[in-house]
């Protein structure tokens, strides 16, 4: 189960101990829709040891703003709080999984 990242609840998100993936997207965006099963999926198969959010630009500029994302979908991977990795556009699953396997 994915977290909805909010401007009031980044930083509660964000210090979790586990690794952190954040999903920027808008509803508007086709790509967005488009990576959205598969970041749902992630969600659920890394319960426990990954903590998945999705941040809808359109709500939190904001945060948007912070970690500088100019297109989307965009997915920030943090680890102890800071950016360590990111990819925009659609990309596949194994990707994801690549990139998350070198955080835990």
Known sequence: MYKVATDNN????????????????ATWCGPCRALSP??????????GKVTVAKCN?????????K???MSIPTL??????????RTV?????E????RLGKLL
């Open 10 to 25: 980044i930083a509660e998100i964000l210090s979790d101990p586990k690794p952190v993936l954040i999903d920027f997207w």
């Open 38 to 47: 598969t970041v749902e999926e992630i969600a659920d198969e890394y319960e």
């Open 57 to 65: 630009v359109d709500d939190c500029e904001e945060i948007a703003g």
């Open 67 to 69: 970690y500088r994302v």
């Open 76 to 85: 920030i991977y943090f680890k102890d709080g800071q950016v360590v990795d």
């Open 89 to 93: 556009g659609l990309v596949s699953k």
């Open 95 to 98: 990707d994801i999984e690549g």
